[in-house]
């Protein structure tokens, strides 16, 4: 299987037992980064679209077909040591595991067919989805112990951890990928261009407050950023992810006759309602919030592009036949 759990059709060399890897191979370097050198757990889309549904034949007669195509990302949230090891958005591109709709063939009784395409490109014709868990499946750690005053050192060791399900998730949501723009392409019939909130702009939040790690055992401690921050979570925000931002309808020759804004709360205070759990990062607890605000739409504005124009030309023409009553 994939690193996010979908089949990818790959099965060790050893023809008894042929049971899956789960572990790839691996460079992991002096400073707690890795890098992955066999593609045991890299998605597969041929695999991947087996399952999916095909298609919908609705009681009127009609139906809808679906087709596929693999998820695409030019970002991913990872841990990196230029970053401490607290998850951040890299400009990296990469297909992840399951599938997305290319297009759908939507055909009526009568056998007429109307065709929706989805494109998944941002306002700079790059990918816009944003891979929200780069998995890990290496940590190393080394141990220095002093319990001699002959021997300062009575202990040097490095210990390599390795999991099949992962190390240091970035975060709680569930979602594989997010995207922030999708635009759907009718048959001779313009387009509806859809934005979402994301982790451009709605990131899990790290603050450092007063008392934020708490170190469990006895002992001085020196650790490494990636020792102390491998396993800290942030305060999830993911509510506010997801979320329809701008909706903008164009007719067939690109032209625009319809935006939609919508805004949700964006009260600063609304971090004020949490409750405090403990989360575990090797030696060290970390106080974690959960919030509890909601998210509910704030403002919900949408302009009729038409309306506008008819209005600018509805005015000219009061302002040249002044007798027009209003």
């Known amino acids: 299987m994939d690193y996010w759990g979908y089949y990818n059709g790959k099965l060790t060399n050893d023809p008894y037992f042929s049971t899956p890897k789960l572990v790839p191979g691996v460079n992991y370097y002096s400073n707690g ?76 009784s009568s056998t007429n067919q109307n065709i929706r395409e989805f494109f998944y490109s941002n306002d700079l014709n790059q990918s816009s989805g944003i891979l929200m868990d780069w998995p890990r499946y290496f940590f190393k750690i080394r141990k220095q112990i002093n319990n001699s005053a002959v021997f300062p050192v009575a202990v040097d060791e490095t210990v390599i951890y390795q999991v099949s399900s992962g190390y240091s998730k970035n975060l709680f949501e569930s979602s594989v990928i997010n995207y922030s723009k999708v635009t759907e392409k009718l048959t ?30 006895n002992g001085t401690y020196t650790p490494s950023p990636s020792s102390i921050n491998i396993f800290v979570m942030p305060d999830d925000t993911s509510i506010e992810r997801g979320k329809l931002s701008k909706k ?78 209003c």
């Open 33 to 108: 980064d890795f890098q992955y050198t066999t593609d045991v757990r890299e998605p597969n889309f041929d695999y991947a679209k087996m399952y999916a549904l095909t298609g919908v034949t609705y009681p009127t007669g009609g139906s809808s077909i679906f087709e596929y195509e693999p998820h695409q990302y030019g970002q991913r949230l990872e841990r990196r040591s230029n970053n401490g090891f607290i998850p951040a958005l890299y400009a990296v591109t990469g297909i992840a595991g399951g599938t997305r709709i290319k297009k759908i063939y939507d055909v009526d």
């Open 188 to 217: 001779n019939k313009g387009s509806i261009i859809d934005y979402y909130t994301s982790y451009i702009d709605k990131p899990d939040r790290y603050i450092y407050y007063s008392n934020f790690m708490t170190q469990l055992t």
């Open 248 to 325: 903008l309808v164009r007719d067939e020759n690109n032209n625009l006759l319809e935006e939609t804004n919508i805004t949700y709360n964006d009260n600063p205070n609304r971090y004020d309602k949490f409750h405090l759990s403990i989360n575990i990062s090797n030696a060290w607890a970390q106080k974690l919030k959960t919030y509890y605000y909601n998210d509910f739409v704030s403002s919900n504005i949408t302009k009729n592009i038409l309306e506008v124009i008819f209005c600018k030309q509805k005015r000219n023409i009061i302002m040249i036949i002044p007798i027009i009553i």
